[in-house]
């Protein structure tokens, strides 16, 4: 059964500064890989997605995750940090439709 | 593109009681997908449906949870005799095919308390 891990369950970032948040699969195959953001008391929405081809995928709001599958690993990142970036990020890997997520990384955002 | 809508957003109900819920997906999805969580943790999956058909359904979805898609549009949640560990958000998604892989989309959810 595939699982994923976030190892980060919070982070704090100043605004303006780099961000890269971490995620770790196990899966047997090719997986097909996501990113979510959730804020407060709201349902998922889509950031970007990892099906196949260039490792490097870009998504909304300025982020970006490259996929690595010598280290298992779907990062995502984001150069500089906005206040409205502070939410909650879930990393899913999917496998027969459904999608299973990690425990999540609580971003906060400091001024 | 209205996006996957769930009513209510929000249900307090006492221990006991029956409560339902309900998904209205894309529209041109054909797969819809129920998913609980639990605070500090992620989405599990429930169950999922293509078209009207019930084609998986996760060991945490007893005998107490059915769901339906009765013309392979909007979907319904219907849990019985609530009980406290029920508290949770319940997600609705909806997905299409992007060429290569599928993409769900996710409503608002549907924040239940049972006291």
């Known amino acids: 059964a595939q699982s994923v891990t976030q190892p980060d369950i919070h982070i704090t970032v100043s605004e303006g500064a780099s961000l890269e948040l971490r995620c770790n699969y196990s899966?047997?195959?090719?997986?097909?890989l996501f990113w979510y953001v959730q804020s407060p008391g709201q349902g998922l929405q889509l950031l970007l997605k990892y099906f196949s081809g260039d490792t490097l995928v870009q998504g909304i709001k300025g982020f970006e995750a490259e996929f690595k599958r010598s280290q298992s690993s779907f990062n995502l990142r984001k150069p500089s940090v906005h206040w409205s970036d502070a939410a909650e990020y879930f990393c899913g890997v999917a496998s027969y439709q459904k999608v299973t997520f990690g425990i999540g990384t609580k971003l906060q955002v400091i001024p | 593109d209205t996006g996957v809508s769930q009513d209510p957003r929000h249900k307090i109900t006492k221990r006991g009681q029956n409560v339902t819920f309900r998904c209205d997906p894309i529209?041109?999805?054909?797969?819809l997908y129920w998913y609980r969580q639990t605070l500090g943790q992620g989405p599990e999956f429930l169950t999922y449906f293509q078209n009207e058909a019930q084609l998986e359904k996760s060991r945490l979805l007893s005998d107490r949870f059915s769901a339906e898609r009765p013309k392979g549009s909007f979907s319904t949640l219907e849990i019985q005799r609530t009980e406290q560990g029920d508290s949770a958000m319940y997600l609705c998604?909806?997905?299409?095919?992007?060429?290569?892989?599928?993409?769900?989309?996710f409503g608002p959810g549907t924040r239940l308390l049972v006291l």
């Open positions: 998604a909806s997905s299409t095919l992007d060429g290569v892989g599928e993409t769900q989309y």
């Open positions: 899966y047997g195959a090719t997986p097909y």
């Open positions: 529209s041109e999805h054909n797969r």
